[in-house]
């Protein structure tokens, strides 16, 4: 008689897993972190630092690293400055007759330039006030007059009367003979009947006096209202040569009495030499 199956002595088999069918859940931005090393871990290598580049590399002049500027625009600037130089010259000498009309092309072929220069040059003339720019026809000499002429005298002496007296009294007796070669530079040109010369000269000699104040706004004004003042009037004779020397001898005299510190006399030289004065 057969024993009844009630306990077998092999397992079940187990269910087999079924894949789930749920979807999972996006990671944690806590889980996307980069572990932190450990603490006894090594530091992390930064990149090497860029080359420091030594002073003695560096150049003096900082102007040094700048792109070179050309030489033609240089040279183009240079020619209108000697052309502007020329034309002040021609003013002061009556070689540009007040009243006038002179055309760019022309006074081109003279100095044995282009137009465009010249235009230039005349252009600063007009800012300064010499000349008057004509549309299709040129530029037109201005032409003063003897009021115009005594108010300048005025304002110079206005401005620099003050500082000259104030410069007798400050600058050392020392300082005023370096200035001698520059009053015999105006006997000079007086004593060679060069007026465009003794005009350059006489006005070098009194910016190097005022600039002796310090003030360089002033040298550059008082210089403006100096040149505008040795710009002839229509139908004055031309200067003499015996005015131009008397004229340079208040130079001389003019430093002898800052040596001495004759408030009275730089006034009374200063004054005249503006009232009278000649290019």
């Known amino acids: 008689m057969p024993t009844p199956d009630t306990a077998s002595t092999d397992p079940a088999p187990p269910d087999p897993v079924r894949p789930s069918t749920a979807p999972e859940a996006p990671p944690s931005p806590e889980s996307t972190r980069p572990a932190a090393p450990p ?16 002073a003695a590399a560096l150049p003096d002049d900082p102007a040094a690293a ?31 007759v007040p009243g006038e009309i002179y055309s760019g092309p022309a006074l081109g072929e003279r100095f ?111 210089d403006d209202l100096h040149r505008r003042s040795q710009w002839p009037l229509p139908g004055v004779p031309a200067v003499r040569r015996a005015d131009l020397v008397a004229d340079a001898a208040e130079h001389s005299a003019l430093l002898d009495a800052l040596i001495a510190q004759d408030l009275p006399v730089v006034e009374s030289l200063v004054r005249e030499h503006f009232t009278g004065s000649h290019p």
């Open 66 to 96: 700048l792109p070179a500027v050309p030489t033609q625009k240089v040279a183009r600037h240079s020619v209108r400055g000697q052309v502007l130089d020329a034309l002040r010259a021609a003013l002061v000498g009556g070689e540009l």
């Open 112 to 222: 044995g330039v282009s137009a465009t220069p010249v235009r230039e040059a005349m252009q600063q003339l007009a800012v300064e006030g010499a000349v008057e720019c004509l549309p299709n026809r040129g530029f037109r000499v201005v032409e003063r007059t003897v009021r115009e002429l005594a108010e300048l005298a005025e304002v110079r002496a206005l401005l620099e009367v003050p500082v000259m007296l104030r410069l007798a009294r400050t600058v050392p007796a020392s300082t005023w003979p370096t200035l001698r070669p520059l009053a015999a530079a105006t006997t000079a040109a007086a004593a060679a009947g060069d007026v465009a010369g003794y005009a350059e000269s006489d006005r070098a000699f009194h910016r190097a006096v005022l600039s002796l104040g310090g003030n360089e706004q002033l040298v550059a004004v008082a």
């Open 39 to 54: 603490r006894d871990a090594a530091p992390t290598t930064r990149p090497p630092a860029p080359p420091q580049t030594s």
